[in-house]
């Protein structure tokens, strides 16, 4: 029974050391990174390409911005500034922001903002002077915090903001990613405080890359079938009207041949009979013609004007042998 305790606790203690340091960043980064460094002065490394086994490096595909900042600030003034984390495949993120200390970051209730990890104040406090960080993962990754000027110029202020970019998958893997990013803002006796008064946003990273996305495997496949059906469809007509001209022209030219070789001909057609038909075919040939020539010059498919075409053709040798038989010889029966 006693071995039994051992072993349950022993699986027990491996399960929470492997889900810890998932558990506490989707809470929140921690204060030390993998390497034992500062997170917010190095990144988050043990998210990205090489997580979970070993660092990785910042990544310029996550753009990290921070608007409403000013240019200078002003005594015991309050700055809304808002944080976003942006990927083109993923939507879910947190962050790590750091003013080294200097004046005090407060945020709304129910914004999921909390005192970062190393903070002296307590998690459920809405102000802090220290680090604040994400305190559950957002999606989309955007936050809206204040920040209150220091009571006193105390010279330049900078700040730092490390930006994560999730999966969502509550794991830290390779399909996760990080940058980076710092400014500065100016102190109130510096020469631009009274001349630029305006907010600017401030951002790392290729916001070309939020523009690029994966392509679909199954929507590739579905428009490589599609195009093999129209291939397939296409080089099936054109074969087949193709071959079906062939035999007819051989037709009339053996037929020709054979009435050429044998004296025969067109049967006897009176000419006031003669006349309409011959004029009849002549207007279905020019109709033909001129739509399959139209098609041609458009850019139809072959197995639409070559037809047109072919029907211009065998209503021409319609009139041509209506021709023939108006000036054939009338033969006795012809006459009765």
Not at 7 to 19: C, W
Request: aromatic share 8%; hydrophobic share 40%.
């Amino acid at each position: 029974m006693r071995a039994y305790a051992t072993r349950s606790l022993l699986v027990i203690s491996l399960i929470l050391l492997l889900t810890a340091q998932v558990l506490a960043s989707s809470g929140g980064p921690p204060d030390l990174n993998m390497s034992g460094e500062s997170t917010v002065l190095n990144g988050c490394n043990c998210h990205g390409s090489a997580a979970p086994s070993a660092p990785s490096g910042p990544s310029t595909d996550v753009v990290v911005s921070i608007s409403g900042v000013p240019s200078a600030y002003q005594i015991d003034t309050a700055y809304n500034l808002t944080i976003k984390v942006e990927h083109s495949s993923n939507t879910a993120g947190g962050f790590l922001l750091s003013s080294n200390s200097v004046g005090t970051f407060s945020w709304e209730d129910g914004v999921d903002v909390r005192p970062a990890e190393g903070n002296e104040d307590p998690e459920s406090s809405s102000s802090t002077s220290g680090n604040i960080s994400h305190s559950e993962t957002a999606d989309p990754a955007e936050w809206t915090i204040t920040w209150t000027a220091p009571s006193s110029d105390i010279g330049d202020v900078t700040f730092y903001l490390a930006g994560n970019s999730v999966d969502g998958h509550g794991s830290n893997d390779d399909s996760d990613a990080w940058n980076l990013l710092s400014f500065t803002i100016n102190s109130p006796s510096s020469t631009s405080a009274q001349a630029d008064l305006a907010t600017r946003v401030i951002s790392v990273g290729d916001y070309q890359s939020l523009f690029v996305s994966e392509p679909d495997p199954a929507a590739l496949e579905q428009e490589k079938q599609l195009q093999l059906a129209e291939s397939v469809f296409t080089t099936g007509n054109t074969l087949f009207f193709s071959s079906l001209c062939v035999l007819l022209v051989a037709a009339v030219f053996q037929r020709e041949i054979l009435e050429r070789t044998t004296g025969e001909g067109p049967q006897h057609l009176a000419k006031d009979l003669a006349y309409p038909e011959g004029l009849k075919r002549g207007l279905i040939s020019g109709v033909m013609f001129l739509v399959g020539l139209n098609w041609l010059a458009t850019g139809a498919p072959a197995y639409l004007y070559a037809p047109a075409i072919f029907c211009g053709f065998w209503a021409a040798y319609g009139v041509y042998r209506t021709v023939r038989s108006a000036r054939a010889e009338p033969v006795v029966k012809d006459i009765l």
